[in-house]
């Protein structure tokens, strides 16, 4: 699955997002309630799955 920020930002869970510590195959359920959007800062409810 993968989840975009209003900003353009895509989170995939396949690749995860190792540069800000989360693992290829990390869930986005099991992505920390604290994740903010590595580009404009943005907290998990800001995105949407895609």
Same mark, same amino acid.
């Given at each position: 699955?993968?989840? !975009?920020?209003?900003?353009?930002?895509?989170?995939? !869970?396949?690749?995860?997002?190792?540069?800000?510590?989360?693992?290829?195959?990390?869930?986005?359920?099991?992505?920390?309630?604290?994740?903010?959007?590595?580009?404009?800062?943005?907290?998990?409810?800001?995105?949407? !799955?895609?």
């Amino acid at each position: 699955m993968k989840y !975009e920020c209003f900003c353009g930002y895509v989170y995939d !869970e396949t690749t995860g997002d190792p540069d800000n510590g989360i693992t290829a195959g990390t869930k986005w359920d099991d992505v920390p309630d604290d994740f903010t959007c590595p580009l404009c800062g943005a907290g998990k409810d800001a995105f949407t !799955e895609v």
